[in-house]
């Protein structure tokens, strides 16, 4: 027989639970919302603070995407610029060479539809979309190869439409540009 | 208590049949994508059942889902036959309809865009059209939620809301604002260059458009389920919901975050709604004496 004092007993620890639960769910929250602030700032997690355009039609025939200055350069305080463009099945330069331990700045865009442009291994993973120009900062660790597969839908040929970046030592590098002054992999 | 149950069967039936030759489409791309056929790959077949594939899955199946257990829910919760029965149908027409226009042209291979589009790719305007009624259709189903509840409330002025109608009304409002991205992305760029009336896409435009309705989809998708664990799950482990009041506090931000646009903010908000419903189920268990908990749906 359930009686009154049941009642109040069962209104009292449903009470009780409801505070419970309420303020462990405010702790998850705070705790998440703390997480995702923590490796927004820390992390490089950060999307592209500035939107530049570069249109597609004029790409090949003037501006910084023009053919002889695609490839990775040296800048003058040390750094190395990577320029590189994604087109229906392709990426130039198809193998991309960087030197180790030097902070490489990546400037790409589309000739085309919307590739997908993504380093197997490091951080690097953004949309390649026709009038705008990805730019992404990344410092490779060590020597060795890296595949770099186009990762968003872009045509019948989609899925064959794989490039390379191939990490060297940084005097390596430092020689190959004593001879040239934009490289890819073939140079 | 339902009484429409052949409008709510009807969208059943139809969703599952989408559902079942989906997932023919899903299990052959595995097949054709393993080993087992790695000599023979015909990328032009493949994209196309991937169109088809994802166009169902993700259009057709869970919006007629949300739809049919909509109308299920209005009429269990507020134990009155739907408002709007009529609109119903029409907008079950439209889905059906928007659905076989889309898949002709993809069928035929003439829009093997995927389902999230890929401007300034662009296929056969009927895919888009197609999709757009989709859209349209399980609009009259966001207007009928929240009249249902209206017509209610009016007769009912001193009755707090049944929560399954609460949560399903806030879904409903979720997906109306969610969709506006893809439709307008739909509406004012990729159809008028597919119909060849202009030449032009901002494809980063398209981007933003399509991201406002991106991730929120999901959760279109996910708020029957939200429903059934609040309410019907907890009938059918013999429980009860220790507190209706938690439980709209846990779907409330799960709306707001989702229509916000920020991913993160989406999976901080759903995870804690999910946490809470979860708490709700197992902790109402020991409390099974309490009279001011009642069944929340019939």
Redesign the interface.
Known sequence: MTSETDHSLGEAVAARNERRWATLSIVIIGVLVGMAAFIGIHQATMPQGHVETADPKTLHLSGEFIESNLGSAIEADGSVTVRAIGQQYSFTPQCVVVPAETPVNIRATSADVVHGFLIEGTNINTMLVPGYVSALPIRFKAPGEHVMPCQEFCGIGHQGMWGKVKVVDKTAFLNMTAAKRRLSCVD | MLINKRLILAHFWLAFIVFGLALVLGAWQMFVRSPLNAWH?N??FY?RSVTAHGTAMGYVFPTLVAMGFGYAITEASLERALVGRRWAWAGLLLVAVGAVVAMVPVSMGLA???Y?F????VGDPFYYIGVVMVVVGSWIWVALMPINLAVWKRDNPDKPVPLAMFANVAGSYLWGWTAVGAALELIFQIIPVALGLTATI???LA?VFFSWTLHAIVYFWLIPTYIAYYTIFPRAIGARL??G??AR??ISPVIVGESTISR?AA???S??GI??CC??VI?SS??T?????RSLIA
């Open positions: 790959f990328p032009e994209y093997s865009v995927l999230t890929y401007p300034p790719m901002d494809a980063g981007r220790y507190s009041a938690m506090i846990a993160s999976v901080i908000s995870s804690s946490w809470s708490a709700c902790k020991s409390i004496r309490r009279p001011a908990a």
